[in-house]
T-cell receptor, first 111, second 114 residues
């Protein structure tokens, strides 16, 4: 059974700090990894995707993937109160399909 | 362009009734997924389609749940003989390719079984 583990939080960081969100997954064959943000009462929205080992940066967001350790993380630099949300990681199966989601980490950025 | 559209937004039904939830994906998107999400949890996979073919239905909880996408576009998730434990947010998502492609979610249908 495919599993994704995330710390449910809440993770509290002060405004302007770096928020670090982590996720481990069980399927060694996974090829694709995604981070979604979900505001309370809203639908998940895609933040980043990463397919290769290493770092991928997009604005204030950096996704890090380590396939050997089956670990993916999301760094949010210069955190803003508007970043307060639940962050979901997801991975595809070894065919690149069927995304499995973690339970999400709730992030709170305090002014 | 329009995003993923789900209807109805809210559905309240009595236990034992059948319900049909509709999803209209982004035009041209190949893959369509159904998820169920309980409050405070991540989306739970139910089933997905590539074009009109149902590729995986391993997440459907039992045989009261079924889904179809007959023309490779609009999809319907049907729950027969609803039970209170079926109450949840049902989310549809589509993606432009059939592999390694991000999902775009609709606003969901909130189902309440009384």
């Amino acid at each position: 059974q495919k599993e994704v583990e995330q710390n449910s939080g809440p993770l509290s960081v002060p405004e302007g700090a770096i928020a670090s969100l982590n996720c481990t997954y069980s399927d060694r064959g996974s090829q694709s990894f995604f981070w979604y943000r979900q505001y309370s009462g809203k639908s998940p929205e895609l933040i980043m995707f990463i397919y290769s080992n290493g770092d991928k940066e997009d604005g204030r967001f950096t996704a890090q993937l380590n396939k050997a350790s089956q670990y993916v993380s999301l760094l949010i630099r210069d955190s803003q109160p508007s970043d307060s949300a639940t962050y979901l990681c997801a991975f595809g199966d070894n065919a690149g399909n069927m995304l499995t989601f973690g339970g999400g980490t709730r992030l709170m950025v305090k002014p | 362009g329009a995003g993923v559209s789900q209807s109805p937004r809210y559905k309240v039904t009595k236990r034992g009734q059948d319900v049909a939830l509709r999803c209209d994906p982004i035009s041209g998107h190949v893959s369509l997924y159904w998820y169920r999400q309980a409050l405070g949890q991540g989306p739970e996979f139910l089933t997905y389609f590539n074009y009109e073919a149902q590729q995986d239905k391993s997440g459907l909880p039992n045989d009261r749940f079924s889904a179809e996408r007959p023309e490779g576009s609009i999809s319907t998730l049907t729950i027969q003989r609803t039970e209170q434990r079926d109450s949840a947010m049902y989310r549809c998502a589509s993606s432009p390719r059939d592999r390694n492609s991000p999902l775009h979610f609709g606003n969901g249908t909130r189902l309440t079984v009384t």
